[in-house]
């Protein structure tokens, strides 16, 4: 539907209806309640005609009651082209004729036509009601039409209307949608009382455009919340990349003993999966069956996501047999999770189930199965699926599909073939893409192509300090220790910072964070301790610090200390040293993990016993009795 036609136009000289009658109708009172009775019960919009056929003999087309239900049961039935004509062969609609209108403009997404439609009430000369302006309020904030919206303000105050608590929250969703914050906390601070509703309406748009500080600040002055208002508010700062402070929302929402709603459930299990917080998604799950909330495609896609991307695949796959109910979206979660995990023959065989389903993939479907061809190595299964997105199911590849195919043949060696692949292309390559191609030349050894990309990046102004420390590396790799130092001098001279790497581990449901050389922590005498004891067992073990890939310009022994004490290796230190023997570490970072770390966390799993998983940025690493399960790619 092409929303910004307009509806109304067109009907002005419509013939489709009768000419207005001047016959009255009979035995009004029986009669309008039958047709408004039918027209109530209507459940389709092919209905809706006969109804009309019979008021029209009846000569009740006239009649503002009978009228105003057709106009209702248009507009709720997806018939407002319907309604438009209706109304333009009404007499001197009324004013509640006309609201009924710009509602169903609204419902179906004809802003422009319902703030039309509320002006040319205004000219003539029908005085609004609070409906009307609630109506073309939601209009003007939906379409994001401040000018207008701020005369509605104006008509708002003569007509001595600004004291009512609906035309206030849609003032505020107005301004809030719109970005006009000083009008928004104006129409708030000016509410008598600020109410739930209306201070759940200010912290959803201080979030939307990243204020959290205003958003917690109006939070913190509700003196009830109920469960919608807590909901914002974990959602909110989710959004914001917020999410160890969300779940202690959470945690107070407890304390407080208001109870969750699905909405609650998929925002918290949305916190746990970014910080890898498994034993608190556990705690949810158990919470969910205690409370009998429903395992639906809503919360059932939430819960998959988490258990994937908290480290177990295995529960996740349960929670997905489990399901009596699927659809696209859990099938899209499975599917990526079991990529995420390297399990690419299971990724594949889900995938080819969803087909066999009846379900029709999505774009988002074959991101998660391209990149279990890649995590694979499957070439030729992954280009026929990727041929087949457009070919049999008109899905336009986007760039994440084709850095699926880059990351796979890259992955593969197939080098030149990636590059050529990338020149050919209908879209632009982006910075994630070229670097991936930068990352797979400095592992099969091609210097002079990872030259040639690393100036692409450059010179399209998409080089970040991973496209610099990669083509330093490669440099170091080749034994060209002067082009490295180059590198390094040209990263420092263009100002780049490298990313601060940050590690997280979950310990008896509380998230400790780690950064490089980390003094923080209340542990950190035994952390350390820990460190240099596996250092010193490391060493007996023949493990040499690749210190060629530590940028800075300090002695070899700082080099080696510098990777020492990488966060990933503080964090899993401090999981050796407060988690039972053979139990699970389970490690998130924000960066790639280096050369040197994945090496060495190999060793570790090995020495320790322990399974060691680890989410970076590219994907799981399952570490096990010193081998990983991405097969030294990543």
Same mark, same amino acid.
């Given at each position: ?295 639906? =495609?809503?919360?059932? /896609? @939430? !819960?998959? *996501?988490?258990?994937?991307?908290? +480290?177990?695949?295995?529960? #996740?796959? &349960? $929670? ?110 982006? =910075?994630?893409?070229? /670097? @991936? !191609?930068? *990352?797979?030349?400095?592992?099969? +050894?091609?210097?002079?192509? #990872?030259? &040639? $990309? ?131 570490? &389970? $490690? ?47």
């Amino acid at each position: 539907m092409n929303h910004s036609s307009s509806m109304l136009s067109p009907v002005a000289g419509c013939s489709a209806l009768p000419p207005n009658s001047g016959t009255k109708p009979k035995n009004t009172p029986n009669r309008r309640r039958h047709f408004i009775s039918l027209l109530q019960n209507c459940k389709h919009n092919n209905e809706i005609p006969p109804i009309h056929a019979k008021i029209i003999r009846n000569h009740h087309h006239q009649d503002p009651f009978v009228v105003f239900e057709l106009l209702r049961v248009c507009s709720n039935l997806n018939s407002i082209g319907y309604a438009s004509k209706i109304f333009s062969h009404t007499q001197n609609p009324n004013v509640y004729l006309y609201t009924a209108l710009i509602d169903g403009l609204v419902l179906s997404c004809y802003y422009t036509d319902g703030i039309h439609l509320y002006y040319q009430m205004i000219n003539s000369s029908l005085v609004p009601d609070s409906y009307a302006v609630t109506s073309v309020l939601k209009a003007c904030g939906c379409h994001l039409a401040l000018k207008e919206g701020r005369e509605v303000h104006s008509q708002v105050l003569k007509l001595g209307l600004s004291s009512n608590r609906s035309i206030r929250i849609k003032l505020i969703e107005l301004y809030g949608k719109c970005g006009a914050f000083e009008d928004a906390r104006r129409v708030f601070d000016e509410m008598p009382e600020r109410d739930v509703v209306a201070s759940t309406v200010m912290i959803n748009y201080y979030f939307d455009h990243g204020l959290v500080h205003d958003a917690t600040s109006v939070f913190s002055l509700i003196r009830i919340k109920d469960t919608v208002c807590w909901t914002a508010m974990i959602d909110g700062l989710v959004r914001n990349g917020e999410s160890n402070r969300a779940l202690e929302v959470f945690r107070n929402m407890q304390r407080e003993d208001v109870m969750p709603n699905e909405v609650t459930i998929v925002c918290v299990l949305s916190a746990c999966s970014e910080l890898g917080a498994l034993q608190l998604g556990r705690w949810v799950r158990s919470y969910m069956d205690k409370h009998r909330i429903e395992l639906n =495609h809503f919360v059932g /896609g @939430a !819960l998959i *996501s988490m258990y994937s991307r908290c +480290g177990d695949i295995d529960e #996740a796959q &349960r $929670v997905f047999e489990q399901m009596k109910e699927k659809n696209v979206i859990t099938y899209n979660s499975m599917i990526m999770g079991f990529a995420l995990h390297g399990k690419s023959v299971e990724a594949i065989e889900l995938f080819r189930g969803l087909i066999k389903q009846g379900f029709t993939p999505s774009s988002v479907t074959f991101v998660g199965v391209l990149n279990a061809c890649s995590h694979g190595g499957l070439a030729e299964l992954g280009f026929e699926i990727f041929h087949s997105m457009s070919k049999d199911y008109g899905i336009e590849p986007q760039i994440e599909h084709y850095g699926c195919m880059v990351d796979l043949l890259g992955r593969l060696g197939r080098l030149e073939e990636a590059y050529s692949f990338i020149r050919m292309m209908k879209v632009a390559p982006d =910075h994630v893409m070229l /670097g @991936a !191609l930068l *990352s797979a030349c400095k592992i099969h +050894g091609n210097l002079e192509l #990872a030259e &040639r $990309v690393a100036k692409s990046l450059v010179a399209c102004k998409n080089a970040d300090s991973g496209t610099y420390i990669l083509l330093s590396n490669a440099y170091s790799s080749s034994g060209k220790w002067k082009e490295a130092a180059e590198v390094r001098t040209n990263m420092r001279e263009e100002g780049i910072e490298k990313e601060p790497g940050c590690s997280s581990i979950e310990v008896n449901n509380e998230i400790h964070e780690f950064l490089l050389g980390d003094l923080r922590h209340p542990q950190k005498e035994k952390i350390y301790k820990k460190l240099e004891e596996l250092n010193q067992i490391l060493r007996l073990e023949g493990y040499t610090p690749a210190t060629e890939v530590v940028l800075h310009d300090i002695e070899k022994s700082e080099k080696e200390w510098a990777l020492a004490i990488h966060s990933e290796r503080l964090a899993i230190c401090y999981g050796l040293i407060s988690t039972k023997p053979l139990t699970t570490i &389970r $490690v998130v970072k924000n960066l790639r993990v280096c050369n040197d770390c994945h090496l060495t966390i190999k060793l570790i799993s090995n020495i320790t016993r322990r399974k060691i998983v680890v989410r970076d940025r590219n994907r799981f690493h399952h570490f096990e009795n010193g081998v990983c399960s991405c097969g030294d790619y990543w």
